[in-house]
């Protein structure tokens, strides 16, 4: 079984939206913005996923897990190059290689950032300033 999860922290607890919101408001941008943590989740049951989504993917106190794409205006994606190490995946699979007792669980992970309130202009600022994720993104 393959499972995309969408991962939002609560506010109050979402420190990456507050400083990309922040960043983004000395552009001159008052879009509404969300970011939420993506895991593509690969070769697990549905018995194996209830053990490792609350384990492992998320704090369930200060996090929701969403199996649906999150509905905004628009919405931006940031995902890791072809050959990039991804800290967070790796952690994530040797979690739930210690988890299931097996090795046979592969995860890619990546960002979103929901956009509402937001024109073109806006946008294009993003896309702009955003170019150098890997700044912000861990």
Same mark, same amino acid.
């Given at each position: 079984?393959?499972? #995309? ?10 420190? /990456? ?9 000395? @552009?001159?941008?008052?879009? /509404?913005?969300?970011?939420?943590? *993506? ?9 194996? @996923? ?13 996090? =929701? ?22 800290? #967070? ?11 299931? =007792?097996? +090795?046979?669980?592969?995860?890619? *992970? ?6 509402? =309130? ?5 946008? &294009?600022?993003? /896309? /702009? &300033?955003? +170019? &150098?994720?890997? =700044?912000?993104?861990?």
């Amino acid at each position: 079984m393959n499972t #995309r999860l969408y991962i939002k922290k609560q506010n109050g607890f979402d420190v /990456k939206t507050d400083v990309l919101q922040r960043e983004l408001n000395q @552009l001159g941008v008052s879009a /509404k913005i969300k970011v939420y943590s *993506t895991y593509d989740i690969f070769n697990t049951t549905h018995e194996e @996923l209830k053990i490792i989504i609350p384990s492992v993917f998320t704090d369930p106190v200060i996090e =929701e897990c969403l199996f649906e794409l999150p509905i905004h205006k628009q919405i931006i994606a940031i995902e890791y190059l072809p050959g990039q190490f991804d800290l #967070r995946a790796d952690a994530a699979m040797q979690c739930c290689q210690l988890l299931l =007792e097996h +090795n046979n669980t592969y995860v890619q *992970t990546s960002q979103l950032i929901g956009l509402d =309130e937001i024109n073109d202009e806006d946008i &294009n600022i993003i /896309k /702009k &300033n955003l +170019n &150098n994720t890997a =700044e912000w993104d861990h």
